[in-house]
């Protein structure tokens, strides 16, 4: 699945960042991506890219308008179809990462049809995926753990990638969810593939590659969560990662959406070092990830340098130091 | 989904046992679900039941034609179709567990679909299942658990079921693959799930039930086998076992389909214990089980006789010894 560049951000009538939180996501790690945001009228989120039309932005050569918003419940409101539908008659692909398809719209579905445009659902996979195969491929991969869902792996993942690439490394982030694809235009949303082929669809996402180049794959899950487990066991099997970095949100006191205590972090680090090691025996964690956003900046150094005392790696926020002590563990 | 009884059973032109072991297996487990066989010209293998023609299966009450065999590929074959569309038409549903669906024969859809029979593609499922929700459910479990695919944890469990429903213990043998799904005539083959859904599909196929009840649910691949351990692990943390069960060949030498080493038993049962006491605390090992087909009777049991010192748990075949001594452990 490649999503054809540049962009045109669809905001709709969003009320707030966290809405927008996937074109706010384009437009942080991959500016260069979008031509302009298209918002309508209600709309309270600016990105700050040039509001365009769409006569606008095709005029500036937006291939793809993405709908960077979901509303509650995450579907394709019937107010944004006039506009989607616009942008098919004006030459541009659609993409959009909520639970119900674009291709289930039926206008969106026979202008598609018609005009030879793409409909991209990045949620659900078509391609024909195979089972994984387990054996050893070229090149190294880079893997993010969590203690639990959405505590950075993501974030963390595009920040690697993204000070490798500066660094003048071969570097590549692959996407395994929706938002991920969204941002970076490729990948496949492993949570929807079916069960048999997690890992075989990890496999294909990340194939071999020159000796020194890296891959960095998107972390899913966590071992611990009773809801997601299989996904990340899969994704970790199939990525066959040679280096780990666990990620960690210190203030949450439940994992998300179940009632369980979240996992220590040595004994979270045990279970992903072992399950790694099935398929690469040389894997081990190049740091640890904090995502200390509800934390004092004080509060969140002297944490993080307690855990880098305990486990002798390096510990950091990205969003606060960076990633630069983790990339000169690789 | 669940299939009506009584079968015909259609072993259409099969030429060994294995090619039926769908029908072989229902005959063995269920002979009461059988009002006979179904055999085409060339068929060698026997099941013995009656030979009925569709007319006369259908007058001896039967409710549904099973193809209980697997060609090369795993296909329907066209030379069946004038068969399957004839059980139809005298009012028989059609179910089967092969890789395409009898729904996709456009036949035997049209033919369906105008007399309201159904076609059970077990393979595939069409539930809307939830995500799992990792609360402890009312009702005792039991799962046996691999160290790889195919060594016996079907076989295992349905002999559980039997041997526990012998004594007059309340046990429900719960089908997670096709196969379990057409001897048992219910079930979800979890490997056909969307990956979001392992854990919440075994959740929904093993609900809340009377506090001494047994659900006694088929196991799938094993934390170990590189292509499928998602799967598996989904289904530890979807079943919350009580009980689990190790099952071994041990005469195999590399894991299934792939270039692994099998893992040590007792690697193998500290990491299902590990991944099972997340969602039930309480969850422990009640015996092992082994597929001892290819051993000479004198080196099996000396074999599960130095097991049992090892790991001071019941060690039995279940086709040679039964399963009693596990049950005696519940």
Chains 1, 2 share one sequence.
Not at 134 to 146: A, T
Not at 154 to 167: D, F, P, R, S, V
Not at 288 to 293: H, K, L, Q, Y
């Amino acid at each position: 699945m490649e999503i054809q560049k540049p962009y045109l951000l669809f905001l709709a009538d969003a009320h707030d960042r966290l809405a927008a939180k996937v074109a706010t996501g384009i437009r942080h790690w991959h500016p260069e991506y979008c031509v302009g945001q298209l918002r309508m009228e209600g709309c309270r989120v600016d990105c700050g890219l040039p509001d365009l039309d769409i006569a606008a932005a095709r005029a500036m050569g937006a291939k793809t308008l993405v709908i960077g918003v979901a509303n509650r419940g995450g579907v394709i409101a019937d107010h944004w179809v006039e506009a989607l539908r616009d942008a098919l008659e004006n030459g541009m692909d659609l993409a959009a990462g909520l639970h119900n398809r674009l291709s289930d719209v039926p206008v969106l579905k026979e202008t598609a049809d018609r005009l030879g445009r793409s409909l991209f659902d990045v949620r659900h996979t078509n391609a024909a995926l195979p089972v994984g195969n387990g054996r050893k491929r070229v090149g190294k991969r880079l893997l993010p753990v969590g203690t639990d869902c959405s505590c950075g792996k993501m974030y963390t993942a595009l920040a690697i990638e993204k000070a490798m690439l500066e660094q003048g490394k071969k570097a590549t982030f692959r996407a395994t969810g929706q938002t991920g694809i969204l941002v970076s235009g490729a990948g496949i949303s492993i949570d929807a593939v079916v069960a048999d082929f997690i890992a075989g669809a990890v496999e294909t996402l990340a194939p071999d590659n020159d000796p020194d180049h890296w891959d960095v794959i998107e972390g899913q899950g966590s071992l611990f969560h009773p809801s997601f487990a299989g996904v990340t066991l899969g994704l970790i099997h199939g990525a066959q990662p040679d280096a780990l970095v666990l990620c960690h949100e210190p203030t949450r006191t439940a994992m998300r959406g179940v009632d369980y205590p979240l996992p220590g972090l040595a004994e979270c680090m045990a279970l992903n070092l072992q399950a790694a090691r099935l398929t690469n025996p040389q894997a081990r964690f190049a740091g640890i990830s904090i995502n200390s956003a509800l934390m004092s900046g004080a509060d969140a150094l002297a944490y993080m340098a307690e855990l880098e005392t305990l486990y002798g790696l390096p510990v950091v926020d990205p969003f606060r130091q960076g990633v630069g002590r983790i990339i000169e563990q690789l």
